[in-house]
């Protein structure tokens, strides 16, 4: 009896273990950076940012597209963009790409011809396609209405992504996690419109709503100002501190919008200057902390790490980096949290 208890205890402990890092793999570690990976930085090349992504023991890499910036007349280059990828590809790292045609007021039809465009260009190179970047915000989509506009051009952008690229993963949202000091609508509230569900989210009469699909939900967390346990900016909000906001009305909406029972959460960080400038030992604790909290929320699958590093002017400076590429403590606790 003693040597099954024995056994059993191994046995229990091994299981503990292996759940335990089967949790951490479960969540990747990804990063964006467009000034190191894609137009050049002066201060880190493309070499050096993939040897710190190695370090940090990132994944994936999140880029970001604008029809403008790709759109000359009526066609579309997307050269540098596809060496991004491959230069990634060459070093272990699988590419995610947000695509964003005319903003903040969207044109339909160049929209369509845009998404389709980057499908067919992209065809079996990328991890998946994001359609637009934080739709609740008028930075981005004017309207008051702004589920029902991106309703519109999520469908739209995945039928035409579809005909470029039969198989490759979408996901909608792209959220911000508050309105506080950028006008728009919140996270939850910009999901009701989308799903067209009342404040207690059943459905609106009248409205003709089928469901969207999707192989992912993605979404801004940010709290600049907050430690991520104390992050709470109201019951429509998304931050790190209230991800089961997000999560619990996900699961509702599962049968309006498909496929989010897998969270991505693709932008993130903390500032080290502006006006949202904490000091660097909170910043390495905070990353600590939030990333602690992400890897322990369900159906999350990746965090990304916004910027590699600082510049002079950035509206976000959330880099690991310094403008003169030192390492701040927050590249270290990342990277202790990651590993």
């Not at 790292?93 to 992209?122: D, E, H």
Request: hydrophobic residues 35%.
């Amino acid at each position: 009896m003693r040597r099954l208890t024995i056994i059993l205890s191994i046995t229990a402990m091994s299981l503990l273990v292996f759940g335990s890092a089967s949790s951490r793999a479960a969540m990747k570690l990804g990063l964006e950076d467009e000034s190191v990976f894609v137009s050049g930085n002066p201060m880190v090349s493309p070499l050096e940012g993939y040897l710190m992504l190695k370090d940090l023991g990132v994944k994936t890499m999140r880029v970001l597209i604008t029809q403008a910036s790709v759109q000359s007349g009526s066609s579309f280059d997307f050269a540098s963009y596809q060496n991004t990828i491959a230069a990634a590809k060459s070093n272990g790292i699988t590419v995610q790409l947000v695509l964003i045609g005319k903003y903040p007021r969207p044109n339909y039809t160049s929209w369509a011809k845009f998404a389709q465009a980057a499908g067919t260009a992209f065809k079996g190179q990328v991890a998946s396609y994001s359609i637009w970047n934080e739709p609740n915000l008028n930075a981005w989509i004017k309207g008051s209405n702004k589920g029902a506009i991106y309703r519109k051009l999520y469908t739209t952008g995945y039928k035409a992504i579809r005909k470029g690229d039969q198989s490759g993963h979408i996901l909608m949202g792209e959220t911000a996690p508050f309105i506080s000091r950028s006008p728009g609508i919140a996270p939850l509230k910009f999901l009701r419109q989308l799903a067209c569900v009342d404040n207690n989210y059943r459905p609106l009469r009248g409205k003709r709503c089928p469901a969207l699909r999707s192989n992912g939900y993605a979404h801004h967390p940010y709290d600049l100002d907050r430690a991520p346990r104390r992050s709470n900016r109201g019951a429509d909000s998304a931050t790190i501190g209230t991800l089961s906001n997000l999560t619990r009305a996900l699961r509702k909406l599962r049968g309006r919008l498909k496929g989010t029972g897998s969270l991505y959460l693709t932008e993130f960080g903390y500032a080290s200057q502006g006006p949202h400038a904490i000091s660097q030992s909170k910043r390495a604790a905070y990353i600590k902390q939030a990333y602690s909290i992400a890897r322990r929320t369900h159906g999350v699958k990746e965090l990304v790490q916004y910027l590699l590093i600082n510049s002079n002017g950035d509206k976000f400076p959330t880099g690991l980096l310094t403008p003169t590429a030192q390492q701040t403590p927050a590249y270290a606790a990342l990277k202790a949290a990651n590993w």
